[in-house]
Structure formats: structure tokens, C-alpha cells
């Protein structure tokens, strides 16, 4: 068969998917691997842009569309299902959203791949083959011991090019935030692959910077930790010399030797969800491992930087404890504690969360005209009320924020920090690159926040704290 696997654009991420880095759907290129030989198949991805996905889907050359989404992504995935039945071409979703309403997704998709499925991707092919596609497909968390999860490293979309690979150690993580889908999709359990097939992908990269997708590349376990070590040294002795990133907890800040040897395999940022200084906002969240540390917070991000990695810091907005003041406040504690890239979301209920169920069933999420409305499931829009202040008074504070971060100076003040810190002058570089690419961003977006909010900014307290935190 010939297949195409497509990754939808969120239309109204403003900018997120257009400026910066080109970074690959690692699903789609673990299904590519997965797929078995007498198959074609092609990746389709709308980061590149819209332009020419209806056409290559109506040009008769495909026999199965398989398409992955998030949930701001389902608007255009199912608009795309629709294009596929126009032109009698079968097509399933698969994904997050999918698999969280697997339900809504059935009523536009021929069928519906719910939860991990890499072993049943071959099944879903040999029944798309004999024209028999079941209505859904249940998967189940994949045995990572048995050589799942890996991906065609070399894939590249047809329609663009990646610049930066992506890859995978481990899936799962025991955190279980509120407001996060990663628990439910990939389970509670960190499960790891074997590290000698690990270490061989790594090395048929074609790319020399690699984005380590480990939601908790560290673990919080000791026997994570331990194999995270054995995995480092791994590649110190016997990999490719490649510069990376990866996700993991706080934590991991007090643990020197693991930092040094993630430093030495070239790892240059750990992403780090704070969410939050306020163990009020902490607990609502049931962030419990940050509630224990977050008056540790700039100790441990020191710990970071001694072993000359640097910290992206994530933080969400509009939490019950929160206020309109907060978005400031965090921007300002963020940088006093030496946080080198700095990223400030609207928090989102994703449907499949606790977070979700609760503000839907008490009524609070206004943003409900669906499939419709899933566009506005951003990150940078709020789709609900808040607690303490009005859902444009939350919008209004992180236009502040942008609007700042605008400027010019503070990008390059942040990049001589980071090099003082982490006395890394490759960490620096990074963060001078994502610190650039946040500018653009809030560039970009600024015509769209001034026709939405249609007034401009004045001088007011909070908008002061964010000139100190970017001065």
C-alpha cells in the first residue's frame, strides 16, 4: 500500500509552529520504522505549511491516511478526514486527542487508534490492505524491551526538511500533574528501551543536534536514575558526538554526578516544568515532588548550571491560587533565581485530564462550540474562568508578558548570564538561540494581540516587574 502519514498544523498557535525550529513528529517516524517491508510510506507535515496537503491527498496516490493530533490540532484533523472522504480514501487518527475522545474522533475518522499501537500497526496495515479496517483499534503500553519505540531517524517530510532529530529512551511518567495527558497516555511507569538500541539510533541520526523526548529523562526512582547514568556513559564511550536537550524534574538539580555525565554526552538544557513558586498552586495541581522543593527552587537550578547545563523553565498560568499579578511575579522570581529561558503558558484543561473533567462538569470552561473550538486549546488562550480573575484579565497579563519580551536588550543580557553560570559557552549558545526565537515569536504575535485587545498597553505595575525581569 501507499501510505501517508500526516501531522495537522494548529492554525491559531500564532507562530509557535512557524518560527524557530523544525522539529519532527517522532510518532509518525516510529510508525514509518515500524512499517513492513512491500509498504510506501510518505510524511505529510503542515508545519511546513497547508498549501499542499489537499492536493497530494486528492491525487489518487495513497490507499491509507493515518493522521496524528493533538487537541488543538483535531479542528484540522478532522477537516482532513473529511477531504480523505471526499475522495474515498480510508483514514484513521491516531494520538492524544484521539485517544481521550476516542468517541468524537469516530464520528470523522473511518477509524480510531487509541492509546500506544505500535504493536498493532502492522495488524491495522494488513486489515487496511484487505479492505476490512476496524471501526477502533485499543492498544496498550508498549513493551519497550522488545525493540518498540525506536524511529526511522532519516525520514523527512516530503514537504520540508527537518532541522534537529528527535529520539526516545523511555515513555511514561509517574508525576501525574492535573493538567497533564502524558500519565494517561504513556502510563504512570517510566518504561526504558534497551540501551544498546538506543545508542544505535542515536548514532544513524543524520543530525548533530537531538531533541531527547523523555517526558523525565531522570526519573524520580533510583533505578531510573541508575539507568539514566549507565545510558550516559554509553554514549560518552560509544556514540556520535551530538548536542541535546531533554526534559526532566527538579530534582535532579542535587544530583551532581548525573548532571556531569549528562553535560560530558553533550547535553546542553534540561526542560523543567516549575508550573509554579506558590505550594498552594503547587498542591492544587497535585505537583507533589515540586511542592517538597519549591522553596529549593534556585539551589537547584545551580545545580544545573555548575555542571554547565542550562534551565528552560515552564510555568502555567491561571490556577486557582493565581491572580492577575502572577504572570509578572513568576517572570520576575524566574530570572532572580538564574532560570535561563523562560516560558510562561495559559494553563489549559486537555480533555483526558482530572483538570478537564472537573472545570467542564462544574461548568468553568466557556470554549466548548466542538470540534470547532479545540482550536483554541493553544497554550496562549484562555478557554475557561478563573479563580481569581477574569479570563481576560489572564489574557491581558500574558500580553504583557509578549509584549515585553519584544524588546531587544534582555535576549542578549540572558545569553551573557547563562555563559557566566554555566561557564558553557555551547549552553549559551542555546539559549541565546531559543531566547531569539521567543523574541520572534512575541513579535510575530503583537499584531495579533493589539486587533484582539484593540487598546495599547500602558505603564502599570505589573508591566514595570516584567522591564526589571527583562532589563
Not at 6 to 32: C, E, F, K, S, W
Not at 176 to 200: H, M
Not at 361 to 381: C, H, L, S
Amino acid at each position: 500500500m501507499r501510505i501517508a502519514l500526516v501531522n495537522p498544523l494548529a492554525r491559531r498557535m500564532q507562530g509557535y509552529h512557524t518560527i524557530g525550529t523544525d522539529i519532527p513528529p517522532l510518532g509518525l517516524q516510529v510508525l514509518r520504522r515500524l512499517t513492513p517491508p512491500g509498504h510506501q510510506v510518505d510524511i505529510i507535515d503542515e508545519i511546513f505549511g497547508v498549501g499542499r496537503t489537499e492536493q497530494l491527498l486528492g491525487e489518487g496516490r495513497y490507499d491509507l491516511v493515518g493522521i496524528t493530533s493533538y487537541t488543538s490540532t483535531a479542528t484540522r484533523a478532522y477537516e482532513l478526514a473529511g477531504i480523505c472522504r471526499r475522495h474515498g480514501l480510508p483514514c484513521i487518527m491516531g494520538g492524544p486527542h484521539a485517544s481521550a475522545l476516542p468517541q468524537e474522533a469516530m464520528e470523522h475518522f473511518d477509524s480510531v487508534a487509541v492509546g500506544e499501537c505500535d504493536e498493532l500497526w502492522a495488524d491495522i496495515l494488513s486489515d487496511a490492505a484487505a479492505k476490512r479496517l476496524a471501526p477502533r483499534y485499543d492498544g496498550h503500553l508498549s513493551d519497550l524491551a522488545k525493540g518498540f519505540g525506536g524511529a526511522e531517524q532519516s525520514a523527512q517530510a516530503i514537504n520540508g526538511r527537518y532541522d534537529v532529530s528527535c529520539i526516545q529512551t523511555s515513555r511514561g511518567c509517574p508525576c501525574g500533574c492535573d493538567f497533564c495527558g502524558v500519565t494517561l497516555f504513556n502510563g504512570p511507569a517510566i518504561r526504558r528501551r534497551p540501551i544498546d538500541q538506543v545508542v544505535e539510533e542515536w548514532n544513524s541520526t543524520p543530525r548533530n543536534f537531538l531533541f531527547v523526548v523523555d517526558d523525565n529523562f531522570f526519573g524520580v526512582a533510583p533505578k531510573d536514575v541508575e539507568w539514566a547514568r549507565q545510558f550516559l556513559r554509553e554514549i560518552i564511550r560509544r556514540g556520535k558526538r551530538r548536542l541535546w536537550f531533554s526534559q526532566t524534574t527538579i530534582n535532579a538539580g542535587s544530583d551532581p554526578q548525573s548532571l556531569r555525565l549528562a553535560y560530558k554526552a553533550g547535553c546542553r538544557c534540561m526542560f523543567i516544568g516549575f508550573e509554579t513558586f506558590n505550594p498552594a498552586g503547587l498542591k492544587s495541581y497535585h505537583k507533589g515532588l515540586n511542592g517538597k522543593l519549591v522553596g529549593r527552587y534556585g539551589e537547584l537550578v545551580a545545580g544545573f548550571h555548575q555542571a554547565g547545563i542550562s534551565v528552560f523553565g515552564s510555568f502555567v498560568a491561571g490556577g486557582d491560587e493565581d491572580t492577575a499579578s502572577t504572570v509578572a511575579d513568576t517572570t520576575l522570581q524566574a530570572v532572580d533565581i538564574g532560570i535561563d529561558i523562560i516560558q510562561i503558558t495559559n494553563l489549559t484543561p486537555l480533555p483526558g485530564t482530572r483538570l478537564y473533567q472537573d472545570w467542564l462538569d462544574k461548568g468553568r470552561i466557556f470554549a466548548t462550540q466542538y470540534p470547532a473550538d479545540w482550536e483554541r486549546y493553544t497554550f496562549t488562550e484562555t478557554v475557561f474562568n478563573p479563580g481569581k480573575m477574569t479570563a481576560g484579565q489572564l489574557d491581558e497579563a500574558m500580553y504583557e508578558l509578549r509584549q515585553t519580551a519584544a524588546q531587544e536588550a534582555w535576549v542578549w543580557k540572558r545569553t551573557l548570564r547563562s555563559l557566566w553560570r554555566t561557564r558553557s559557552l555551547s549552553s549559551a549558545i542555546f539559549v541565546h538561540g531559543m531566547n531569539k526565537g521567543w523574541q520572534r515569536l512575541a513579535r510575530a504575535q503583537a499584531p495579533r494581540d493589539a486587533r484582539r485587545f484593540g487598546f495599547h498597553l500602558g505603564q502599570n505595575e505589573r508591566i514595570a516587574k516584567l522591564q526589571r525581569a527583562f532589563g
